[in-house]
């Protein structure tokens, strides 16, 4: 039997870990609004674990959030995937 390169439970919590970023994220500029990039990093990454940075990256290749100089915004499918609540990414 061969078996799965990712998967099993310790997988599982790394992805929600990361979902839970992106989720922060999305929320922070649903209330908040267009916000300067590195602003983001430093108010929701306390502790600078570089954990945001990575949300960012991930939430921008799939065009969730959009990026315009440094300034981030959310996008109409970042907005959708808040309300939703089906984070998928």
Do not use: C
Not at 24 to 33: A, P, S
Not at 59 to 80: P, S
Not at 82 to 89: K, L, P, V
């Amino acid at each position: 039997m061969v078996k799965k390169k990712f998967s099993g439970p310790r997988y599982e919590n790394e992805l929600k870990r990361k979902k839970s970023y992106e989720r922060k994220v999305l929320k922070y500029l649903k209330e908040h609004g267009p916000q300067n990039y590195d602003h983001l990093v430093i108010e929701l990454d306390r502790q600078n674990t570089g954990n945001i940075a990575i949300a960012l990256q991930a939430l921008l290749q799939v065009k969730h959030i959009k990026r315009h100089g440094d300034d981030v915004a959310i996008t109409e499918a970042g907005l959708q995937l808040h309300e939703d609540g089906t984070y998928w990414i």
